[in-house]
C-alpha cells in the first residue's frame, strides 16, 4: 500500500513533516510505502538530516507549488494544480496511492477531497471524524468535528450510521453503541435538531443506538460512536483536547490525560468520501505526523470507506 | 438581605441542603438572613445534627408539597402552588426575600421565574449563566448554558450584553471582554446563527467584543464573558465541569483543575429575570450549597438585574 504525504503543509512544514515521516519509514509494515508530495529539491535536502541511511520504503513525487493556510480552498486548488495538495488528490483519485495525508489547508484538504474523489454515492455530507480517548481504554469515534457547522436531522442520522461502520472497521468494535450529543437523557430533550435526529437515530435498523449522552460523558465509556454537529463538536473536541494544555501548564502529566493530546491520533480523517483522506493539525509535531501515518495505514487496511459504501447501497 | 433556599429540592435533599444552610450560617455578614423553605418537621428535625446552637440568622418558612426532579415544570407549578419551589417564587415576588436558590427541578426553576418575577423589559430570553474558572485566575462567565437550545443571533448578541453587565457588577470587572463561541478565529467562520451573532456583537455598543474564541480558549484567560447558544454552551459547560471527575478517576489533586468541580462556585443563575435566582445542580452536596449561598448573598449585593435593566432600558 501506498501512503501519500503532504510535505509542504502545517506550520512546522517542511521540516516537521519530513522528521515523521523519518520517524514513521524506520518502523513500517513490509507492504508500505511512503510518497512524499513535495518540492523535491527541499525534501532532498531534509531527509538526510533525519535519516541515516536511504530508505527504500520512501519515493518523492514533485510538486512545485504550495496553498498557504490563509488561502481560499477553491481559488488555490483551481489555480494551483501542481500544489502538494492538487498533486496528492491527482494521485488518489488515480489510485497511485491509497491515501493522502495532510496538515496543510484544511478547507482545501475538504474540498480537495470532494471535487477529486467526490462523496460516496448516498452520503448526504461527509465529515471530519475525531477519536476521543476513553478512561476503560480505546477510543470513541466523535462526528462532525467541523466540517458542517449547519446540521439537518437526516445528516446527524447518517453521521450516526457512517461512524457505526467506520468504528467497527477501523477499531474492530463489534455492534458498535452509536449516541447522541444532547442536553439531556431524555428523548425529547435538547435543540429541534437534536430532537429530530434523535428520532431518526431510533428508527435506524444500521446501528445500536444508546441514546442520548452529555458533555461530561464524553472520556466516561459511554459511547463508541458521538454523533454531533461540526460545531458542537468542534467546540467540544477542541476543549477536549484542551484538557492536555491545562495538565501541561499544571505540571501534570497523566497516562490517560496524556492521550487527549492531538499528537497521540495525529491525524482526523474525512469520512464518507471514496477513499482515505486524513487532515491532521496545523501545528502538527514529527511525532503527530508519525501517528497519523499510523492511522492511515490502519484505516487503508479496514477498507472503512469501501464498506461504508457497502452499507448505504 | 433575605437569602431564601429550597430545602426539599436536590437528589440529597433534605440532608444535605440543610448541612449546607447550617455550613453557610455560621460565618454569615450581619446583614444576611436565610430562609429555609420546606417542610417544617423536616427542618426542624435536621438543624440540631449541623448546628450546635439555635441560629437566629436563620427563619423557616414552611411548604408541604414538594415538585420531585421528574415532574412536568409548569403542570406541577400550577398543581403545587404550596410546593417549596412555588412559596419560594412567591417570596421573591413578593420582594419578602431577595434571592431564591434552589437544587430541585430545574425546569420549574426557570419556569417559575418566568412566570413570577418574569423577563426584564427588553429581554427576548433569559438564560443560565454558568462560571468558567480561568487559568490566570477569576472565573469567565459563559451564557447561555442550557436554557435556549435554539438562539437566533439577536439572542447571542443580548446574552454579550447581559454577561457584560453581570461580570462588571457581580465579579468587578471592567470592561469586559465579550468573545463568541465559533469554531475558528476569522468573523466569516461558524454556523449561520454564529456568523450572524458575529456581526450583531460587532455592532454593539454596550460591550467590548474581542471576536471569536474556541473550545480550546475556554480555560485559558481569553474573555471574561462567553456567548454561546444553549446548546453548545450545556454541552461545553458540562464537559468543563467532567475534569474534576476525571482527574479525580486519575487519583490527581490540583488547585486549578479542582476549581472545575461544580462544587466550587455551587449555582448557576438565571440572568434576564427581575430577581436573584439561582439554580444548584441535582446532585449538590452541603459544600455546593454553602457556595451557592455565597453567590447568591454577591449576586443581590451586585445588584446586577437592575443593571441589566438600566442598561435595556
Do not use: W
Given at each position: 500500500?501506498?501512503?501519500?504525504?503532504?510535505?509542504?503543509?502545517?506550520?512546522?512544514?517542511?521540516?516537521?513533516?519530513?522528521?515523521?515521516?523519518?520517524?514513521?519509514?524506520?518502523?513500517?509494515?513490509?507492504?508500505?510505502?511512503?510518497?512524499?508530495?513535495?518540492?523535491?529539491?527541499?525534501?532532498?535536502?531534509?531527509?538526510?538530516?533525519?535519516?541515516?541511511?536511504?530508505?527504500?520504503?520512501?519515493?518523492?513525487?514533485?510538486?512545485?507549488?504550495?496553498?498557504?493556510?490563509?488561502?481560499?480552498?477553491?481559488?488555490?486548488?483551481?489555480?494551483?494544480?501542481?500544489?502538494?495538495?492538487?498533486?496528492?488528490?491527482?494521485?488518489?483519485?488515480?489510485?497511485?496511492?491509497?491515501?493522502?495525508?495532510?496538515?496543510?489547508?484544511?478547507?482545501?484538504?475538504?474540498?480537495?477531497?470532494?471535487?477529486?474523489?467526490?462523496?460516496?454515492?448516498?452520503?448526504?455530507?461527509?465529515?471530519?471524524?475525531?477519536?476521543?480517548?476513553?478512561?476503560?481504554?480505546?477510543?470513541?469515534?466523535?462526528?462532525?468535528?467541523?466540517?458542517?457547522?449547519?446540521?439537518?436531522?437526516?445528516?446527524?442520522?447518517?453521521?450516526?450510521?457512517?461512524?457505526?461502520?467506520?468504528?467497527?472497521?477501523?477499531?474492530?468494535?463489534?455492534?458498535?453503541?452509536?449516541?447522541l450529543?444532547n442536553?439531556g437523557s431524555?428523548?425529547?430533550k435538547?435543540?429541534?435538531?437534536?430532537?429530530?435526529?434523535?428520532?431518526?437515530?431510533?428508527?435506524?435498523?444500521?446501528?445500536?443506538?444508546?441514546g442520548n449522552i452529555?458533555?461530561?460523558?464524553?472520556?466516561?465509556?459511554?459511547?463508541?460512536?458521538?454523533?454531533?454537529?461540526?460545531?458542537?463538536?468542534?467546540?467540544?473536541?477542541?476543549?477536549?483536547?484542551?484538557?492536555?494544555?491545562?495538565?501541561?501548564?499544571?505540571?501534570?502529566?497523566?497516562?490517560?490525560?496524556?492521550?487527549?493530546?492531538?499528537?497521540?491520533?495525529?491525524?482526523?480523517?474525512?469520512?464518507?468520501?471514496?477513499?482515505?483522506?486524513?487532515?491532521?493539525?496545523?501545528?502538527?509535531?514529527?511525532?503527530?505526523?508519525?501517528?497519523?501515518?499510523?492511522?492511515?495505514?490502519?484505516?487503508?487496511?479496514?477498507?472503512?470507506?469501501?464498506?461504508?459504501?457497502?452499507?448505504?447501497?
Open positions: 500500500m501506498k501512503i501519500a504525504v503532504d510535505i509542504m503543509g502545517g506550520d512546522f512544514a517542511p521540516e516537521a513533516i519530513v522528521e515523521g515521516v523519518a520517524m514513521a519509514a524506520t518502523n513500517l509494515p513490509k507492504d508500505v510505502q511512503l510518497v512524499l508530495i513535495g518540492q523535491q529539491r527541499v525534501i532532498e535536502t531534509l531527509l538526510p538530516k533525519y535519516t541515516t541511511e536511504p530508505l527504500s520504503n520512501i519515493e518523492i513525487v514533485h510538486a512545485e507549488d504550495v496553498i498557504e493556510m490563509g488561502e481560499h480552498p477553491t481559488k488555490a486548488l483551481s489555480q494551483k494544480p501542481n500544489s502538494s495538495i492538487g498533486v496528492g488528490f491527482k494521485l488518489l483519485k488515480e489510485k497511485q496511492v491509497d491515501a493522502f495525508c495532510s496538515a496543510g489547508n484544511t478547507g482545501a484538504m475538504h474540498v480537495g477531497a470532494l471535487f477529486s474523489i467526490k462523496a460516496i454515492e448516498g452520503v448526504m455530507r461527509p465529515c471530519i471524524a475525531g477519536f476521543v480517548p476513553q478512561l476503560g481504554g480505546g477510543h470513541a469515534v466523535m462526528l462532525d468535528i467541523g466540517a458542517n457547522a449547519d446540521c439537518k436531522p437526516e445528516m446527524l442520522a447518517q453521521f450516526g450510521e457512517i461512524g457505526s461502520v467506520y468504528a467497527q472497521a477501523t477499531f474492530g468494535i463489534e455492534n458498535p453503541r452509536v449516541a450529543m442536553i431524555e428523548e425529547q435538547g435543540s429541534l435538531v437534536a430532537q429530530a435526529a434523535y428520532q431518526l437515530l431510533k428508527e435506524s435498523r444500521r446501528i445500536n443506538f444508546v452529555e458533555g461530561n460523558d464524553m472520556f466516561f465509556d459511554k459511547a463508541d460512536v458521538i454523533v454531533t454537529d461540526g460545531f458542537t463538536g468542534n467546540a467540544l473536541f477542541k476543549l477536549g483536547e484542551s484538557i492536555y494544555a491545562l495538565t501541561k501548564k499544571r505540571g501534570i502529566s497523566d497516562e490517560f490525560l496524556d492521550k487527549t493530546n492531538y499528537e497521540s491520533v495525529g491525524g482526523s480523517p474525512i469520512v464518507g468520501v471514496n477513499g482515505n483522506v486524513i487532515i491532521a493539525h496545523g501545528i502538527s509535531s514529527a511525532l503527530a505526523i508519525k501517528n497519523m501515518i499510523g492511522l492511515a495505514i490502519r484505516q487503508v487496511q479496514s477498507d472503512a470507506y469501501n464498506k461504508i459504501a457497502q452499507m448505504l447501497s
